[in-house]
């Protein structure tokens, strides 16, 4: 189970951390991502991290302004958000994958686990 945390409202050129606590013996096996989605557009992929934490990887509107990171003792991933715009605007999931292969896991295929969601609202 993932339970994401930390959304709410902003405005332009502020910063958010969200959260996303996971149940589960085997949390630090997993690779964990983060997506967004707005209204009838598909998912999209915004970062990723291994299951020790040792390589991150991110979409291209999060680049340079986000950061992905995890604390395996309590079983949590963030991520923190900062210069937003109001396009970042979106539904923001928290994801968690048993596989094992190698790669950036920015597909949605990739993610066996999925959390509801937590709503991101910038404003100008």
């Known amino acids: 189970q993932l339970v994401e945390s930390g959304g709410g409202s902003v405005q332009t050129g502020g910063s958010l951390r969200l959260s996303c606590a996971a149940s589960?013996?085997?949390?630090?096996?997993?690779?964990l991502g983060w997506f967004r989605q707005a209204a009838g557009k598909e998912r999209e992929f915004v970062a990723s991290i291994t299951g020790n934490g040792d390589k991150t990887y991110y979409g291209d509107s999060a680049k340079g302004r986000f950061a992905i990171s995890r604390e395996n003792a309590k079983n949590t991933v963030y991520l923190q958000m900062n210069t937003l715009k109001p396009e970042d605007t979106d539904v923001y999931y928290c994801?968690?994958?048993?596989?094992?292969?190698?790669?950036?896991?920015?597909?949605?295929?990739?993610?066996?686990?999925w959390g509801r969601g937590t709503q991101v609202t910038v404003t100008s």
């Open positions: 994801a968690a994958s048993t596989r094992t292969y190698s790669g950036r896991y920015d597909y949605t295929g990739d993610y066996d686990y």
């Open positions: 589960g013996r085997t949390f630090s096996r997993y690779v």
